[in-house]
């Protein structure tokens, strides 16, 4: 595999006790302590007040994470490609469909309806932006963020062109969290772009392989990497934070995983 390469022009980060990609970074260098608290999801920017309401955790998370890195950029999100990967959708509104279902009256809401499809943070994206650049939308499990990364570097050295890659996953209410223990929230975001400017943090290549996946010596950031998909991404964030060459590898599939060079600017 010919290894894909991109500029970092943007992050947007937020989880359990790291609000921003600011904070992030100090809590991943040791310059500030995590607090284990629960994910603080804003409304979402941009949106109207009728479609604000109806949005759930998993919008939530991915449109932070995505205003954040589109800021630090200083490109227009209305131009950016998009990619779009989570292992699944919003699971306390799966839970409420499947309550409904099985009560004596299955009657569904609209804004059930609507948002239970995997593209819904995409399409509140385009609302809030105004983006009428394409955007994909996918899914890889535990290596959804690894996969939408890969696509998203595919696409930067095809169309040559900024893209935006935007990687969340929210948790589930029992009994489905048995199956599926995703306890807490988890966003980030990344603006990849073909060449290097005045606004890039570090350049990235990526290539398949089949070693081990980078994990951290520090407890809590290891349960944390492992406690949602998109948190996959800190080892590759915790290099960017540090600011230093590295290598690291992140989870994608069974057998196969994706190794990352990172070289700061």
């Not at 904070?23 to 629960?38: F, S």
């Not at 975001?189 to 398949?208: F, K, Q, W």
């Amino acid at each position: 595999m010919t290894p894909l390469r991109a500029f970092i022009e943007g992050i947007g980060v937020i989880g359990p006790g790291l609000a921003g990609w600011p904070h992030a970074a100090d809590v991943l260098t040791q310059r500030a302590v995590r607090d284990a608290a629960q994910t603080v999801l804003p409304a979402p920017a941009g949106l109207p007040p009728a479609e604000r309401r109806r949005t759930g955790p998993v919008v939530r998370a991915a449109l932070a994470a995505a205003h954040e890195a589109v800021a630090q950029s200083g490109r227009d999100a209305a131009t950016l490609a998009a990619v779009f990967a989570a292992s699944g959708g919003d699971g306390g509104n799966f839970h409420a469909i499947c309550e409904t279902l099985a009560s004596a009256e299955p009657q569904l809401s609209p804004t059930r309806f609507h948002n239970s499809v995997h593209n819904a943070p995409a399409g509140y994206w385009s609302i809030a932006t105004r983006a009428m650049a394409a955007s994909n939308v996918l899914c890889a499990y535990d290596g959804s963020f690894a996969a939408g990364l890969l696509e998203s570097l595919a696409q930067v050295s095809v169309d040559g062109a900024a893209t935006l890659l935007v990687a969340y996953d929210t948790d589930y209410p029992e009994p489905l969290r048995q199956v599926r223990p995703i306890v807490d929230a988890f966003g980030v975001a990344l603006v990849l772009a073909p060449h290097e400017s005045e606004r890039t943090l570090g350049r990235i290549e990526a290539h398949l392989s089949d070693a081990d996946a980078s994990a951290f010596a520090d407890a809590d950031l290891e349960a944390l990497r492992l406690s949602n998909p998109a948190a996959r991404a800190l080892p590759l964030l915790d290099a960017l934070a540090h600011r230093r060459a590295a290598n690291v590898v992140l989870d994608y599939l069974d057998g196969t995983q994706l190794a990352v060079s990172v070289e700061p600017s």
